[in-house]
């Protein structure tokens, strides 16, 4: 039992469970006062100990079902059809004729529904053709070993059959060389392949490793599937970088000392000060406005960092949004009303927005300087995001410096490489020198770096 | 008093009021078996923290409760010092203060004396046991239940590993205190953050999901016997469908409770679409969610066969 337990820990922590030793300890004590034939009960005890993580539950479910149903599953069918026997007596044969052959049995006992030896003799054969160390330990079965038992068996059922071309029915015949042909591609498909619990490189590693490649990755190079995933590394980076913020705003809330109440607690005590009480400081929050570009080029990164700062509301006193192409529209409402990815869904959809339009920076500004600009004052931060590319209409850069003016800073996000930025219709350099900061935000990890800077 | 098996677990928590799963009565079960805690997850309402009061309530065991929020700390959660009390003491027992000191030559001498005495008053009789001493200190088999663990700080989880490891903790001026009896644990958490690996390794984990259609109709069988069957199902196949939708806040067990009382109080005893449109403030808690349901209001019903 322990060993079967050992080999399901291996397996899961192939697929990059996290196990430590003494939860397989106590999973094997519990599983010694459980009636072990139920099986709901057995799946229950190994998940309760395994999987501690809500969102690898599904994981674990196909690992548990591929573990003991998919490989033992078909040892049952081959019990309780009617040509157990007949597929007993093959058995028996192949064996006979081969007694010394190690793949030929690896594979008969594969075929009988225990494929722990085969996939282990299998995992050992991938894993030194991975790592390329032909040296001196030579497995004992090889690649071309077991290939060759696959096709030894194949040609041996074969000639079963025609042995007993005129005892067993046209339609048993069949049943049984489908039963072979089948089992046999699977073990050729799992000696040949990678199968999905066999892997080399668990799936944590390859999942951290993705995290990485897709926070790397240019937002204008996602496909719809990654931008899926993002969005579950962007709430994960949330939900971190809170917990950070909360435990510093904790350490930096302690103000000066408050006498009134320190001395009112004192009372208590007979004029004791046992407590001292400190004043908090008030929270310092600023106010964001954000004019994003949606246009093609840019509506990723406008996405995500949307996205971020919606979820880092509460760090600010207020966060009023803005997206234009060649008009300017505003969506705080939009994002307030649902779930910050639906809303960003919703914000596509805008009949407002009308996307055969050039984009058209001085337009913009003009109207925003026009109708809204009260949103703005000296506590507000004004984040525009945007390529800077105008299709050569007029930049008005008198009404952005106005804008400057009126609020506390300014800072430009530009998903487009510095590489670029002085080419073509790129009106950024003319605008960086009314911006407080001007930065490069390609991916997530620039994405990120800005909003530390902005909420710690 | 303790569980005979994973089948009388089962009932036994059904005579305290609540309808298990298999998966709950196992894990349950093996907790108490093992003397592990259980980390419990899943959605709001769907009977985490109800879960560790039946299982008091069947094993006859006293619970003790701990509400974790942000900045819960351990002047909260395991213990104070009643210094009004310590003081109090030393106004009345000042007599006895100026005998001790009375044989001190000097200002030294008599700070010993007086330290000599320290025991005194920093003993367990000036302590004031909030839950998780009270907890370690009581005579009897405790449930504790940690509830919400997840909206607590990660110092506070760290500080947890101790308590739920070896069952004690440790008071600087006092010492280490060990648990009398193992107390039976349950956390619950939401999920709103995750917690760290470990405090998972330390738990058995149970996961808790909406329960499915029979599931529930038992549950408001048990809970609601007035209500008629056919009502129940047609209300729970309506449950199910609203689930069904992208809503901020799906319905959960507690709500589809509510629901079926609030159905018993008005007198009906047929569901139409009027009466969910009429009485969906019951389970829809948001506005957007309720707009949601409205506008879906006839696929709802065709569905659920109203």
């Known amino acids: 039992m322990v060993k079967l337990v050992l080999d399901f820990v291996f397996t899961l922590r192939e697929a990059g469970f996290k196990i430590s030793p003494s939860e397989i300890i106590d999973c094997t004590k519990q599983l010694e006062i459980i009636n072990l034939l139920d099986e709901p009960c057995f799946k229950t005890v190994l998940r309760a100990n395994f999987v501690k993580n809500i969102k690898k539950q599904d994981k674990f479910n196909i690992i548990y079902h591929l573990f003991f149903h998919e490989m033992r599953n078909d040892a049952s069918i081959s019990q309780s059809v009617p040509l157990a026997e007949t597929i007993d ?3 028996a044969e192949i064996k006979k004729k081969n007694m010394n052959d190690n793949a030929l049995n690896l594979l008969l006992d594969f075929l009988k529904g225990n494929p722990l030896k085969y996939l282990e003799t299998v995992k050992n054969i991938i894993s030194k053709k991975e790592k390329k160390d032909e040296g001196r330990l030579i497995p004992l079965v090889s690649l071309s070993d077991i290939l060759s038992a696959i096709n030894n068996i194949n040609m041996e059922v074969e000639h079963f059959l025609k042995v007993r071309q005129f005892v067993m029915t046209w339609n048993n015949r069949k049943a049984v060389a489908g039963f072979f042909s089948q089992k046999l591609k699977k073990a050729e498909m799992l000696a040949n392949n990678q199968p999905l619990n066999i892997k080399k490189k668990s799936d ?35 939900r971190k970088l809170k917990d950070t913020i909360e435990n510093r705003r904790k350490r930096q809330k302690k103000g000066v000392l408050d006498l009134k109440k320190t001395l009112r607690n004192a009372l208590r005590y007979q004029g004791i000060p046992f407590k001292i009480i400190y004043k908090n400081k008030p929270k310092n929050k600023g106010k964001i406005v954000a004019l994003c570009d949606v246009s093609n080029s840019v509506w990723e990164a406008s996405r995500f960092m949307l996205n971020m700062l919606y979820s880092f509301q509460d760090c600010f006193s207020q966060v009023r949004s803005f997206v234009f192409i060649s008009r300017l529209c505003e969506i705080t409402k939009t994002l307030e009303k649902h779930e910050i990815n639906r809303a960003l869904d919703d914000v596509i959809k805008d009949s407002r927005i009308d996307y055969n339009e050039k984009t058209n920076y001085g337009a913009v500004f003009d109207f925003f300087y026009d109708n809204h600009l009260d949103v703005l004052n000296k506590k507000t931060t004004l984040i525009i995001i945007g390529d800077g590319r105008s299709n050569f209409y007029d930049t008005r850069e ?13 800072i430009w996000l530009n998903p487009e490489s510095t590489m670029f930025w002085k080419t073509g219709d790129s009106l950024i350099e003319t605008y960086r020198n009314y911006c407080h900061k001007v930065c490069e ?11 530390k800077t902005l909420v710690i | 008093m303790m569980f005979q098996n994973i089948e009388d677990t089962k009932i036994q928590l059904e005579k305290a009021g609540y309808i298990c799963s298999e998966s709950i009565a196992t894990v349950v079960f093996l907790a108490i078996a093992t003397q592990k805690p259980v980390l419990v997850e899943g959605p709001a309402g769907v009977g985490k923290t109800q879960l560790a009061k039946a299982v008091s309530q069947a094993l006859g065991h006293k619970l003790i409760r701990l509400q974790c929020y942000e900045g819960l700390d351990e002047a909260k959660a395991l213990y104070e010092w009643e210094y009004a009390k310590q003081l109090l003491y030393t106004q009345i027992m000042k007599d006895k203060l100026s005998e001790i000191l009375a044989g001190a030559s000097n200002l030294s001498e008599a700070v010993d004396l007086i330290a000599n005495q320290e025991d005194a008053f920093f003993s367990e009789r000036f302590i004031q046991p909030r839950p998780l001493l009270e907890v370690i200190s009581t005579k009897d088999t405790s449930v504790l239940l940690i509830d919400e663990v997840d909206k607590s700080d990660p110092e506070f989880e760290a500080f947890l590993l101790e308590l739920l490891s070896d069952f004690q903790i440790t008071i600087p001026e006092i010492g280490t205190k060990k648990a009398v009896k193992i107390p039976i644990v349950f956390l619950t958490s939401n999920n709103y953050r995750d917690m760290s690996d470990a405090l998972k390794r330390r738990c058995l984990h149970l996961f808790i999901d909406y329960p499915d259609r029979e599931l529930e109709f038992e549950i408001v069988r048990l809970k609601i016997p007035q209500i008629e069957k056919t009502l129940i199902k047609k209300l729970i196949n309506t449950i199910h469908e609203i689930r069904s939708f992208d809503l901020k806040k799906k319905p959960c067990i507690s709500e589809t409770l509510d629901w079926a009382q609030a159905l018993v109080v008005l007198q009906i005893s047929e569901l139409s679409p009027d009466v969910v449109r009429k009485t969906l403030n019951v389970i829809c808690k948001y506005k957007t969610d309720t707009d949601l349901i409205l506008d879906n209001m006839d696929v709802i019903s065709k569905k659920a066969g109203l």
């Open chain 1, 89 to 91: 007596a093959i058995y």
């Open chain 1, 204 to 238: 944590e590693v390859v999942y951290e490793k993705r995290i990485d490649q897709l926070s790397e990755k240019s937002f204008l190079s996602l496909t719809n599937r990654e931008v899926r995933q993002m969005q579950e590394i962007v709430a994960q980076f949330v």
């Open chain 1, 398 to 410: 008198d009404i952005f410096e106005k804008l400057k003016d009126k609020v506390k800073r300014i």
């Open chain 1, 441 to 451: 935000c390609q991916n997530l990890i620039q994405l990120e770096a800005f909003i």
